[in-house]
């Protein structure tokens, strides 16, 4: 067993080397080159970063780390860690983060941050010894684009809805009730903006709402309303606009905050489908 960092592989390598690692996943995933590419955009993937096991110079094992800042700290965010069936029972995700460590630490990282499905015990249980603690606990919600969501029959007047360029974060985040998670957090928003749509609802020109969207996966990364303009129907039909954009046959809205119960109780509402929450979990390091 080696290890190395993911700088020379390509897209198309670690594309293999997920899907292999997350085929038998508590929540299967199978993602696509352009799909992948966009997520590593998102998240601000550092392959140079990012530790490999190897053997026989093959990759069997990984970690997807991205450099950046959280709470005002220098953090190492891992995007993603797998290992294919072939090469689990020799504690690999340990191994990984105990070879990299000394890197990250080198390049100033204060602390690692991760979310995991919190039905993966085997997973918990490794991040818990080597030092992770729970910060939050997500939601996560997953349904068919059409004829499955149930709407109510209001709908908002004098209420337009403009796709804009650029957020306008100020703005935005004073309609926010919980915070996003690393991958639906601004830097992550501004980093993959070719992948977006930003849509606003707006009153006489003034945005009293918005939500964005990534038509490929038909991820709903943001959808928020200002306090005021709530219980009148922009929530709502902020989500039918979203819908209609993804390009896919269903929709979700991942790792809100649990403490969230504004916007929880809306997606309860519309009957959006729970899927397996996650934990965020933080190692100061």
């Known amino acids: 067993m080696t290890f190395a960092f993911a700088e020379n592989y390509s897209t198309e390598q ?4 997920f899907n292999t690692a997350f085929s038998d996943y508590v929540v299967p995933m199978v993602l696509t080159e352009p799909v992948l590419a966009m997520k590593l955009t998102r998240d601000g993937t550092t392959l140079s970063a990012s530790p490999l096991a190897l053997v026989e110079e093959k990759p069997v094992g990984f970690i997807l780390n991205s450099l950046g800042f959280w709470q005002g700290k220098k953090t190492a965010y ?7 069936p072939t090469a689990r029972g020799q504690a690999l995700t ?14 100033g990282m204060q602390q690692c941050l991760l979310e995991v499905i919190q039905e993966n015990e085997r997973a918990l249980a490794v991040y818990r010894e080597l030092g ?15 004829g499955e969501i149930s709407w109510h029959p209001h709908v908002p007047q004098d209420v337009v809805f403009t796709q804009v360029t650029l957020p306008d974060w100020p703005l935005y985040q004073t309609f926010w009730d919980v915070e996003p998670s690393w991958q639906h957090h601004t830097a ?7 992948f977006t749509q930003i849509l606003e609802a707006q009153v006489n020109g ?3 709402g918005y939500g964005i969207v990534y038509p490929m996966t038909g991820s709903i990364a943001h959808l928020a309303v200002a306090p005021a303009w709530r219980g009148k129907g922009i929530g ?7 819908v209609q954009r993804a390009t896919v046959p269903t929709v979700s ?7 969230g119960n504004t916007v929880l109780t809306f997606l309860e509402n519309r009957k959006l489908g729970e899927i397996p929450g996650q934990y965020e979990m933080v190692w100061e390091v």
Do not use: M
């Open 132 to 146: 992770f603690e729970t910060t939050r606990t997500f939601r996560c919600f997953k349904q068919a684009a059409t």
């Open 236 to 242: 709502q039909a902020l989500l039918q606009e979203l």
């Open 188 to 194: 992550s928003i501004d980093r993959s903006q070719e």
């Open 253 to 259: 809205v991942i790792n809100v905050d649990d403490s």
């Open 206 to 208: 003034h945005c009293v």
């Open 78 to 84: 891992n995007g993603g860690t797998g290992v294919v």
């Open 94 to 107: 340990r191994q990984l983060y105990q070879w990299s460590l000394p890197f990250l630490k080198a390049q």
């Open 14 to 17: 670690l594309c293999l080397l």
